[in-house]
């Protein structure tokens, strides 16, 4: 299983853009490389998935370069909603993978 | 939509007793698993099931046992509760397995004596 490192904590204010950026120096050709946001008393949420280049939807985008080593992802003018824990996952293609969740980024937005 | 349901939300325990937490699925999902979550941790894999009738360990099996008699439920069973499971459990399901999206429930927050 591919690891990934991500930074443990990250500060901002509303109407800033935010990027967490997540290392996965081993990841493999049939990864895929998914983000989830969990808030306080709540079950992780998916927010988006990629393989490669740029994906984006309503909430975020993810950002991959060509190498697939790294991936990051960038919150539009974040809100004090927020501010939750962000966790990046890299998987298999097929079947069923362990995949792990790490201590994620605690992204805290102040007003 | 429910989603994925996760019963009860707080239990207490005392050490040695036993319980079954449970967690239900509307999605006709095949792939189901069970985490955990400790403070300042991200979370542990526990079981998981590809299917009714098939369930595998993941990451920190001891101590809990799963069966998946059908595709909507798979309930966790804690034997013989100890100190150290004192966590919050997360049901998820998904589609497929590998990188397909997990659905979450809102989890159970379990607290042994």
């Known amino acids: 299983l591919a690891k990934t490192t991500q930074p443990i904590s990250m500060d901002s204010y509303e109407g800033q853009e935010v990027n967490i950026t997540c290392s996965h120096n081993n990841i493999a050709t049939n990864d895929y490389i998914t983000w989830y946001q969990q808030f306080p008393s709540q079950g992780p949420r998916f927010i988006i998935q990629g393989y490669k280049t740029k994906v984006t939807n309503e909430v975020a985008s993810l950002f991959i370069p060509a190498d697939r080593k790294s991936s990051t992802l960038s919150l539009p003018r974040v809100s004090l909603s927020d501010t939750a824990v962000y966790y990046c996952?890299?998987?298999?293609?097929?079947?069923?993978?362990?995949?792990?969740f790490g201590k994620g980024t605690m992204l805290l937005v102040s007003p | 939509n429910a989603g994925v349901t996760q019963t009860p939300k707080f239990q207490v325990l005392k050490t040695g007793q036993s319980m079954t937490l449970q967690c239900a699925q509307d999605m006709n999902h095949e792939y189901m698993s069970w985490y955990r979550q400790d403070p300042g941790m991200g979370l542990r894999l526990i079981h998981y099931?590809?299917?009714?009738?098939?369930?595998d360990q993941g990451e920190v099996p001891n101590g809990y046992n799963v069966s998946r008699s059908t595709t909507e439920d798979f309930p966790l069973r804690l034997l013989s509760a100890a100190p150290s499971q004192t966590s919050v459990y997360f049901c998820?399901?998904?589609?497929?397995?590998?990188?397909?999206?997990?659905?979450f429930g809102d989890g159970t927050r379990l607290s042994i004596l």
């Open positions: 998820a399901s998904s589609y497929g397995g590998g990188h397909q999206p997990q659905h």
């Open positions: 996952l890299v998987g298999l293609n097929s079947g069923y993978s362990t995949l792990t």
């Open positions: 099931s590809v299917g009714a009738g098939i369930t």
